[in-house]
Structure formats: structure tokens, C-alpha cells
């Protein structure tokens, strides 16, 4: 059977520039966020969490950024590597659930 | 520490037949979860189990799909019969109690034909 999915946003950007990924979440009582990086033929892995009384965190080459004011996160990744091709998605915590978003596409140009 | 494991990788089967797939958790994590990613989609959350007990399985067909977690340690996931729609990848993940943060497995990519 053929499989049918949606068409993930993509960004394309050059090895050493910054790589922003942008992400809209559903529920304006979710208390907790989370950015996963997902590499082909692998589980989703842990980049980032953000807790919804924060608007910045940081961490080592990445920076999320909340707005909760239009439920809109973003993640930026500094100095973009090759190793950072992948497909990123935003998830959020709601009712005790771990709620994915779409997912962005990110390719890495040498 | 090591990873969620799971098993098979990969599978291919025709419609109506059944299928099982395994998961082990990391050691030490009560909570287990199994998601449900379609291709090009965020994974869905198909049930989850605090030690041997089932938290929520509000998303899981229920008519198809079963899950257990006898010992409160490996999980089989089970779907019988198998439909086309059913073709996506299915992820382990586990936390600690009370725990955020979820690590998840590599996937098993079932194919339905």
C-alpha cells in the first residue's frame, strides 16, 4: 500500500549560518514545550524544553523562544553544522500528553 | 546508559494479517508509551503505561490494536488484522515517573500491502 502524508515545510540554509525554525502550538494551557530533532531511520531526540513561564532559554548552539501571547515557538540553531540535517518538531505538553507538531525539514548546503 | 531498544525494524505484511512489535525500556523508567508516526506526520500518541498499568489508550483502536506490559517492563504492541492506513512507523519511548522528558526508540517501519 502506498502511504500518504503531508508535505513538511522545508529550510534550506548554508553550513555556518543560523537556522531559525518557527512552530505553532494548539493549546494556551500548556504549561511545558520541547524541540525534537528526528534524523532519517531514527526515534526523535530530546534538543531543548521550555517551561511557559520562560519566553528564552538557551543551550549549547541552540535557542528556543516563546510567545505565548500568539502560541508561537521558535527554535534557532547557531552556526548550522551539517549534522544538523534533519527533521525538527515542536511538541507540547497538555492533559499530561506529549502533543508533536509539524515538522520542518532542515538541509544543510556545504 | 542504554537506549530504548526495539524490534523487529522492520516489517512487511499483507492486509488482514497480524503484527507484533517490542519494546524495551530504558532500565528504570516506570512510564512506556507507544506513538504512531505516519510518514511526513508528528508521531501520535497510541497509549501509554505507568509500570504495568495503562494511563490513557484513548488513541488506540482498540478493535485492531492491543498493547500489554505484563512484567511492567518490555511492551508488545500488537495489530490484528492489519490495515493499508495502518503502514507508518511505530515508536517506543520511556520516561521516569513524573518525568518530562521522553526517549523514545528507533522505530519499527511496518509496511502493509
Known amino acids: 500500500g502506498e502511504s500518504v502524508g503531508l508535505h513538511l515545510p522545508t529550510l534550506s540554509v548554508q553550513e555556518g549560518d543560523n537556522s531559525i525554525i518557527n512552530c505553532a502550538y494548539s493549546?494556551?494551557?500548556?504549561?511545558?514545550f520541547i524541540w525534537y530533532k528526528q534524523e532519517s531511520g531514527k526515534g526523535p531526540q530530546f534538543i531543548i524544553d521550555i517551561r511557559s513561564n520562560m519566553d528564552k532559554r538557551q543551550g549549547q548552539r541552540v535557542t528556543v523562544l516563546l510567545n505565548k501571547t500568539v502560541k508561537h515557538l521558535s527554535l534557532q540553531i547557531a552556526a548550522t553544522q551539517p549534522g544538523d540535517s534533519a527533521v525538527y518538531f515542536c511538541a507540547e505538553i497538555w492533559g499530561g500528553k506529549l502533543i508533536f507538531g509539524q515538522g520542518t525539514e532542515l538541509s544543510v548546503k556545504p | 546508559e542504554a537506549g530504548v531498544a526495539q524490534s523487529p525494524r522492520y516489517k512487511i505484511i499483507e492486509k488482514r494479517q497480524s503484527v507484533a512489535f517490542w519494546c524495551n525500556p530504558i532500565s528504570g523508567h516506570a512510564t512506556l508509551y507507544w506513538y504512531q508516526q505516519i510518514l511526513g506526520q508528528g508521531p501520535k500518541l497510541l497509549i501509554q503505561f505507568q509500570n504495568n498499568g495503562v494511563v490513557d489508550d484513548s488513541q488506540l483502536p482498540k478493535d485492531r490494536f492491543s498493547a500489554e506490559r505484563l512484567k511492567g517492563v518490555d511492551s508488545t504492541l500488537k495489530i490484528q488484522p492489519a490495515k493499508l492506513e495502518d503502514s507508518a512507523v511505530y515508536l517506543c519511548?520511556?520516561?521516569?515517573?513524573?518525568?518530562?522528558?521522553?526517549?523514545f526508540g528507533p522505530g519499527t517501519r511496518l509496511t502493509v500491502l
Open positions: 519511548a520511556s520516561s521516569r515517573t513524573g518525568g518530562n522528558e521522553q526517549f
Open positions: 493549546n494556551s494551557a500548556s504549561d511545558y
